[in-house]
């Protein structure tokens, strides 16, 4: 058996070519080896290529086939299911490409490649060699896959051949208003929606001197044409090299487009596992996040990226030098006259070491002064030649934490490149700013500083910029950073403000304590510190860090960091933007991770994969958040939460810190919301396994957040945790022990909250009570409740108990009862007391308690009201002792 076939996700060029590979091969067979482009579908759908059988790949059996001819692909890791047979004893492989040469090509007995603009053009030059005859359909088909991977015979890669063909198609009869209807495709309102955001996020990086576009945009479901909307990119905003990442369902898609002599696209994508042409080509990334993908791709642009600037073009030169004969003396007065922090030592032209100013300084404190420099120089130093690439610098300075770097030509120092030279260039380089073709000058950034004028009581913005000039003074840089930020673009009252330092944050918050008259509490491990205004007002300062665990669910160590890593340990992208409080930037929003992005399109999304691997607390966190601002998860951040409950990852964190995140989604006004999320992701399970939140256990949790609501509008003294009370709802299924066993897992602690614990039995046991007096039946035999009794009843449970079997009961006259006795019976008092009974000529002794509680019971049931009520049934009960 003959198969053609080509690679997966077919396009226009794919199918032409497969055609093409029909007539030179007429008795093999057409198979695709995966799925089809939407605009590939709809082809079929017009055109009258049905007349051709294509089989489909589940009816080809692998071991039958003889021959394999693959057109428009070389590459063993896009042909899907063919891979399998490609190294086979005795396969005969026949390949027609027009892709660029990789170390993983498939090679066979014939080869045919040409970098021409199609993989068709090869195959109908060949044709047109033989003299085989098309029909206008077989034309018209095969100009549509020319037009389609040439831009309409207008891109660059674009060659004569590519015209020759064309030519010919047209002299066989190729219908161009058909190939034009194929080629021009109006866009759905949902293409146009994604269009748009990859225009709003379209963002120059200049690396290595090119300056490269890179775009992003998410999409719910799987959405065709993606190449069409970069093309659309492209063309709008002129762009000469174009990256966009499109997170579609659990994958990424990079499509790449490049103009550029100097970026070809083929080999980055072919490093991320795809594959294509200099000018254009394309990846499809699993199993990692949008955000991760981008660091992915502008890793692998930096190592490809043919650089513009080398060593020779950021260099000082000629270098100021210092000969190795010069004292300590001698170097400082050099450096001083030029204004410089390190010099190179040299003998003649060949470079010996290099000298700081920090050595030379305490060189001469120590009364060194007159030493030669050689016996206080380092001698372990890196060095570059003039035409390495900015990457070797930053490493050789960065990475080996080197001042300065000389730069050697043929063993001669030809200049020096310092560490403030390589920060300048890359400042220009790394810097971030929306795209443009026009040469209007642009905002780097979105700013808020009028937001937060007409959203923050004057108080909060006024330290805020306080918090900006003692940075500005002290040489750091500050933000405002997290939730803070988050809830002020989202107009949310949050007055909670964190703020980073880019410098010492305890040193920071020391010296702003001392100027506006403070307190600070410190914490010198975690480099941060609280600091508390007179009026008991705080902000929190950080020192920027990097945290890494050192094992899923423990708590974090700290490093220093810069403010982007900082913000790359935090739990969701919405939480990770920051605003500039420094004088002069003052309000910018810093976006590294498209934060923006996302709380535009209302999405909760992790940062990388392993998020909930070193925290699992996040979580719970994810849910919290999507039920208090209406967002929703990420596909793929849900499929995370899922992989982590199979994994057991919450089992591993101790019970304080889930119960710290139980508690803040029950204090959250649509916790319900919450609770639903949390039973369809089976978290229950790591608070009791026998917790099962069935339909009766939600109508309780519903009950319970009515029951709340009622008693916070008594605006009663005694007050209740709300939590506990949906704590006693959520375990309500549980036994005794389990419940108990529940509240330990959690580490519930503190008297009160024990006691309520404990006391659940007894409430459960009173609530029996109560039900099996007052209900229907028991009334209709003249059987009644007191409201003594039911003051006994209720009278020693904790209260949040008492709200708790308020829920719970479903019987009217219960909950009735119980609320009676919250309202009224709970609070009443006897007007006499013990000195009243003694005036009354009551003999002191144990007969006072039973008096009293005589006469509670009595006001209680309303048969005494007054105080002369009271004293009367005293003197009857002193009369008979």
């Not at 003396?329 to 922090?341: C, E, P, Q």
């Not at 709970?826 to 007969?847: A, S």
Request: glycine share 6%; hydrophobic share 40%.
């Amino acid at each position: 058996m003959q198969v053609i076939t080509s690679h997966v996700n077919a396009d226009f060029d794919t199918l032409a070519s497969m055609l093409a590979a029909k007539k030179l091969y007429p008795d093999a067979v057409l198979t695709f080896p995966g799925s089809l482009e939407k605009n590939l579908r709809d082809f079929f759908e017009k055109s009258s290529f049905h007349l051709f059988e294509v089989e489909k790949i589940k009816n080809i059996k692998m071991d039958e086939i003889t021959r394999l001819i693959l057109v428009d692909i070389r590459q063993a890791a896009r042909i899907g299911k063919f891979a399998e047979i490609i190294n086979r004893p005795g396969l005969d492989i026949h390949i027609y490409d027009h892709h660029p040469k990789s170390p993983d090509d498939i090679h066979g007995s014939v080869e045919v490649t040409h970098h021409y603009g199609a993989t068709t053009t090869i195959l109908t030059l060949i044709m047109k060699q033989k003299a085989i005859p098309l029909t206008p359909e077989e034309a018209t088909v095969l100009m549509v896959g020319i037009y389609e991977d040439t831009g309409s015979l207008t891109f660059s890669s674009t060659t004569v051949e590519d015209y020759e063909a064309a030519a010919f198609l047209l002299s066989n009869g190729a219908n161009l208003n058909f190939v034009s209807d194929m080629i021009t495709r109006e866009l759905t309102a949902e293409q146009v929606s994604l269009l748009n955001d990859l225009l709003q996020s379209a963002t120059t990086y200049s690396i290595d001197g090119i300056d490269v576009v890179i775009a992003e945009a998410s999409a719910d479901k799987y959405m065709g044409d993606i190449a069409v909307l970069v093309h659309r990119l492209k063309d709008i905003e002129n762009i000469n090299c174009l990256f966009a990442l499109v997170s579609m369902e659990s994958r990424i898609h990079l499509i790449a487009r490049s103009r550029l002599k100097g970026v070809n696209v083929g080999e980055i994508a072919q490093a991320l596992g795809g594959g294509g042409h200099p000018t254009a080509a394309s990846a499809t990334l699993k199993d990692i996040t949008l955000i991760q993908a981008k660091e992915r791709l502008i890793t692998v642009l930096k190592d490809k990226i043919t650089p513009k600037r080398f060593a020779r073009d950021i260099m000082s030169s000629p270098p100021i030098t210092l000969s190795q004969d010069a004292s300590i003396n001698d170097a400082k007065d050099t450096l001083l006259r030029y204004g410089i922090n390190a010099i190179p030592v040299v003998r003649g032209e060949k470079v010996l070491g290099i000298i700081t100013r920090q050595v030379v300084e305490k060189a001469a404190y120590h009364g060194l002064k007159d030493v030669s420099v050689k016996e206080y120089m380092s001698t372990e130093f890196e060095t570059v030649s003039p035409s390495a690439a900015v990457s070797e610098v930053q490493e050789a300075i960065i990475g080996h934490h080197q001042r300065l770097l000389p730069v050697m030509d043929g063993g001669k120092i030809a200049g020096i490149i310092t560490r403030t030279d390589l920060l300048r260039l890359l400042h220009e380089e790394l810097k971030i700013e929306p795209y443009s073709a026009e040469d209007v000058p642009l905002k780097k950034h979105k700013t808020v500083a009028r937001l937060m004028e007409e959203r923050l009581p004057e108080k909060a913005a006024g330290i805020l910029r306080d918090a900006g000039n003692v940075a500005e003074e002290l040489g750091y840089r500050a933000y405002a950073v997290g939730g803070f930020v988050r809830d002020l673009i989202l107009r949310y009252e949050n007055l909670d403000i964190d703020v980073v330092i880019e410098g010492d944050g305890i040193a920071f918050a020391n010296i702003f304590a001392k100027r506006f008259g403070c307190r600070v509490k410190s914490h010198e491990r975690f480099g941060t510190a609280v600091v508390i205004f007179p009026d008991g007002f705080k902000i929190d300062i950080a020192t920027a860090r990097l945290e890494y665990y050192e094992k899923p669910g423990a708590l974090p160590t700290v490093e220093l960091s810069s403010l982007k890593l900082d913000l790359y340990r935090r739990d969701f992208t919405i939480n990770t933007l920051a605003v500039v409080l420094n004088t002069r930037n003052f309000g910018e929003v810093i976006d590294f991770f498209g934060a923006q992005r996302d709380i535009k399109e209302k999405t909760i999304r992790v940062l990388h994969n392993l998020s909930f691997v070193e925290d699992p607390t996040r979580v719970l966190r994810a849910i919290r958040f999507e039920q208090r601002y209406g967002f929703v998860m990420a596909k793929h951040t849900q499929s995370l939460i899922k992989n982590a409950v199979k994994l057991n990852l919450l089992q591993r964190i101790s019970g304080e810190r889930l119960l710290n995140e139980l508690k803040a989604i029950f204090e959250e006004e649509n916790f319900l919301r919450a609770v639903y999320r949390i039973k369809e992701f089976d978290l229950i399970k790591f608070i009791h396994p026998a917790i099962s939140l069935n339909n009766e256990e939600m109508a309780l949790l519903e009950r319970v957040k009515d029951v709340l609501s009622w008693y916070q509008l008594l605006y009663r003294e005694e007050k209740v945790e709300a939590w506990v009370v949906l704590f006693l709802a959520v375990s309500d299924q549980l036994k005794d022990d389990e419940a108990l066993e529940a509240g330990k897992r959690l580490g519930i602690t503190g008297k009160h909250r024990v006691d309520v614990l404990q006391s659940r039995a007894e409430a459960v046991k009173a609530l029996n009570m109560l039900q099996m007096k007052l209900a229907p039946a028991s009334l209709k035999q003249g059987k009644t409740l007191r409201p003594s009794e039911i003051y006994h009843l209720l009278k020693m449970l904790p209260m949040e108990d008492v709200l708790y079997i308020m829920a719970k009961t479903k019987l009217n006259d219960a909950k009735k009862a119980i609320s009676n006795f919250i309202t009224h019976l709970k609070e009443c008092k006897t007007m006499l007391h013990g000195n009243d009974l003694k005036r009354l000529g009551v003999t002191e002794g144990p007969i006072y308690s039973k008096i009293l509680n005589m006469l509670l019971e009595k006001r209680l049931d309303e048969k005494i009201k007054t105080k002369g009520d009271e004293e009367k049934m005293v003197k009857e009960i002193a009369s008979k002792y």
